[in-house]
C-alpha cells in the first residue's frame, strides 16, 4: 500500500516534545519584565525608608517598611499570625467550597435545561445585581454574629461568578464538537463527560479564579462585621489601637495569602489545560 | 443501497436548501457531489448522515429510515472538527469507545500510519497543519469501518501531492472493504479520478442537475482511460458552467 509522505518526512520529529515548554516567555524576557515591574514599587518603598530614618518624616500613619516588617515578624514570632491567617483561610474554603459548588450546580443545571435557565435565571440575575455586602445586615439577623453568616457571605461572593461563568460556558459549547459526538452516537452521559465537560473546563477554570478572588474580597467584609480572629480582626484592632504597621502587616498577609491561594489554583488545574492554545506566559 | 426519495429540506430561517433530490448509490460505489458553493452539497450529507432530517422525502440506508446518526454511516466534516483535549490518537479512536482497549489500540495505529501520522500520535491538534487535521479526521472516519462514508471535500486542504497520495489510499481502503462513498468536491478532477459516477448540483434550491457515469477510468489503468477522462472532465466542466 502506498504510503503518503514528502511532506511529513520532510518534518523533523524533534519539533514535537514538550509543546507547551516552548510556547512559555523565554527566560531573559521574562526576567526582565518583573525587574521592570518590580522597580518603582521598591524605590517608593526604599524613599519611604529613607525618608522616614533620615527624619524627614515621622512615618506615624504610614510607617515605613522596615516597621510594617518587623510587624509581621512579630505576630508570626508570636505564633498571632497563624492562629489569625489559618481563621482567615477556614473561612474563604468553607465559603469558597459551599459558592463554588453552588455556582457549579447551578450553572450547570440552567446551561443545560432551558426550563431550569427560564425558571431560575432571571431570578439569580436579579439577586446578582444587589451588591452582595448589602446583605450584611440581614445575615447578622438571621444567622447571627458567628461563624455561619461569614462563611454565607463569602460563598454568595463566590456563587454568582461561577454561576455566571459555568452557565454561560455550556450555552457557547461549539455545536459543531457537539455533533462530533452525536455521529459517534454517545449517550447523553457520555456526550456530557466526553465533549461538554472538556469543553467548559477552562471557561469553569477561569470562574472559580475570579470566585477565589472574590472570596477573599469578601472574607475581609465578613471580619471586619466582627471576629475574634482572622486578618480582618487584626485590620480592625490595628485601627482601633492606632497600629497602622498592623494594618499594613495584615494587608500584606491578606495579599500573599490571595496571590498563594490563586496560584495553588492555577498549579493544580493547569495539567487539565494543556491541550490549550493559548499564549499565556504569566500566571 | 443508499436512496433519496424526494428529498427536500429548508432550514427553519426558511432557506430552501434543496428540493426533490432523488439518488440511489449502490453499495460500494464511489458517487462525487460537485456543484458551486451553497447548492446544498453539504446538507446533503448532514441529512444522510443523520444529523439533520429531511422537511420532505426519505433516506433510506438498506431499506432503515435515516433519521439519526447511524453506526454504518460515517462522516468527515468540511472542517477537521477535531476535539482540542484529545491528542492525535485518541481523536482517531474517538469513536472506538466500545471496543476493547487492545483493539483500539491497533485500529488506530493502523488508521494513522495509513494517513501517515504514526508520528504525530501523541501531539495536540493545535499542533498540527491545516493538511494533518484533516487528515486525522479522515482516520477517524475510516478507524470504525462504517458501510457508508460521506466525505465533505476532504482533501481541499491539502497540497497536490498529498491530495494525489491520499486520493490512491482512499481508493486502497475502498478496495479493502468496499463502503459506499458519497464524496463531496469542488475538484472536477478529484471527481473524474475517484468516483464511478458524478452529480452535479444546482443552487436554490438545491437540485440535481445531471448524473454523469465516470466507471470506465477506474480501478486505476491510467493510460487506458486517458482519453474516457479527459472527455468526461470536459463535460462536467460544460456542465457545471451550464449550471447558473
Ligand atoms: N443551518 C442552516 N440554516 C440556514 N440555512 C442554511 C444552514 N446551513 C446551510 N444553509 C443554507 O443552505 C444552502 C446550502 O448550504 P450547504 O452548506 O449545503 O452548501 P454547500 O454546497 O455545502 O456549499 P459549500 O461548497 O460552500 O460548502 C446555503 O444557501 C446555505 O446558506
Ligand atoms: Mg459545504
Redesign the pocket.
Known amino acids: 500500500m502506498a504510503l503518503l509522505g514528502l511532506n511529513e518526512t520532510a518534518r523533523p520529529a524533534v519539533e514535537s516534545p514538550s509543546p507547551s515548554g516552548a510556547r512559555r516567555g523565554s527566560g531573559p524576557g521574562r526576567i526582565r519584565r518583573l525587574v521592570l515591574g518590580l522597580l518603582l514599587p521598591l524605590v517608593l518603598a526604599l524613599g519611604w525608608e529613607w525618608a522616614v530614618r533620615a527624619g524627614l518624616a515621622s512615618g506615624r500613619l504610614l510607617p515605613p517598611p522596615g516597621r510594617i516588617l518587623a510587624a509581621l515578624a512579630g505576630l508570626a514570632a508570636s505564633g498571632d499570625l497563624w492562629v489569625h491567617v489559618q481563621a482567615t483561610l477556614l473561612r474563604v474554603a468553607a465559603g469558597f467550597a459551599l459558592g463554588a459548588s453552588l455556582g457549579i450546580g447551578a450553572g450547570a443545571l440552567t446551561g443545560i435545561l432551558p426550563l431550569a435557565r427560564h425558571l431560575l435565571d432571571p431570578g439569580l440575575q436579579a439577586l446578582r445585581a444587589v451588591p452582595s455586602l448589602a446583605w450584611v445586615p440581614l445575615f447578622i439577623l438571621w444567622l447571627g454574629i458567628l461563624e455561619t453568616p461569614k462563611v454565607v457571605l463569602i460563598a454568595v461572593g463566590v456563587f454568582f461568578p461561577v454561576y455566571v461563568g459555568v452557565s454561560g460556558a455550556i450555552a457557547s459549547v461549539d455545536r459543531k464538537l457537539v455533533e462530533v459526538g452525536r455521529i459517534f452516537r454517545l449517550s447523553k452521559p457520555a456526550l456530557a463527560r466526553r465533549i461538554l465537560l472538556p469543553a467548559i473546563l477552562p471557561a469553569t477554570l477561569v470562574a472559580l479564579r475570579t470566585g477565589l478572588g472574590l472570596g477573599f474580597l469578601f472574607v475581609v467584609a465578613a471580619e471586619l462585621m466582627g471576629a475574634s480572629e482572622g486578618l480582618g480582626y487584626l485590620l480592625v484592632e490595628g485601627q482601633q489601637f492606632g497600629k497602622p504597621d498592623q494594618i499594613l502587616a495584615a494587608i500584606i498577609a491578606f495579599a500573599l495569602l490571595g496571590k498563594a491561594a490563586d496560584t495553588l489554583l492555577v498549579v493544580l488545574t493547569q495539567p487539565l489545560l494543556r491541550w490549550q492554545d493559548v499564549a499565556r506566559d504569566v500566571l | 443501497m443508499l436512496t433519496f426519495q424526494d428529498v427536500a429540506k429548508t432550514?427553519?430561517?426558511g432557506?430552501r436548501?434543496l428540493a426533490g433530490i432523488t439518488l440511489s448509490v449502490a453499495p460500494g460505489e464511489i458517487v462525487a457531489l460537485i456543484?458551486g458553493?451553497?447548492?446544498?452539497?453539504?446538507?446533503v450529507l448532514r441529512l444522510a448522515a443523520g444529523l439533520d432530517r429531511p422537511s420532505a422525502g426519505v433516506i433510506r440506508l438498506d431499506g432503515e429510515t435515516i433519521a439519526e446518526p447511524h453506526p454504518g454511516i460515517g462522516l468527515v466534516f468540511?472542517e477537521a472538527r477535531l476535539l482540542p483535549w484529545l491528542t492525535v490518537a485518541e481523536n482517531v479512536g474517538f469513536g472506538l469507545h466500545h471496543r476493547p482497549a487492545a483493539e483500539r489500540r491497533a485500529r488506530v495505529a493502523r488508521a494513522l500510519a495509513s494517513v501517515n501520522l504514526a508520528e504525530q500520535a501523541g501531539r495536540w491538534p493545535r499542533d498540527l497543519s491545516g493538511g494533518q487535521q484533516q487528515r486525522v479526521a479522515i482516520a477517524r472516519a475510516f478507524v470504525a469501518d462504517p458501510r457508508v462514508l460521506l466525505l465533505d471535500?476532504p482533501f481541499s486542504a491539502l497540497d497536490a501531492v498529498t491530495r494525489a497520495d491520499l486520493h490512491r489510499h482512499l481508493l486502497a481502503l475502498w478496495a479493502q472493504a468496499r463502503p459506499t462513498i458519497l464524496l463531496?468536491t469542488?475538484d472536477v478532477a478529484e471527481a473524474v479520478a475517484l468516483a464511478d459516477r458524478a452529480i452535479v448540483m444546482r443552487p436554490r434550491p438545491?437540485r440535481i442537475d445531471a448524473a454523469l457515469t465516470i466507471t470506465p477510468t477506474r480501478p486505476s489503468d491510467p493510460e487506458a482511460g486517458l482519453a474516457a477522462r479527459s472527455a468526461l472532465r470536459a463535460r462536467l466542466e460544460a456542465s457545471l458552467r451550464a449550471a447558473p
Do not use: I, L, R
Request: some cysteine; glycine content about 22%.
Open positions: 432550514y427553519a430561517d432557506t436548501a456543484g458553493s451553497g447548492c446544498g452539497k453539504t446538507t468540511q471535500e463531496v469542488h438545491g
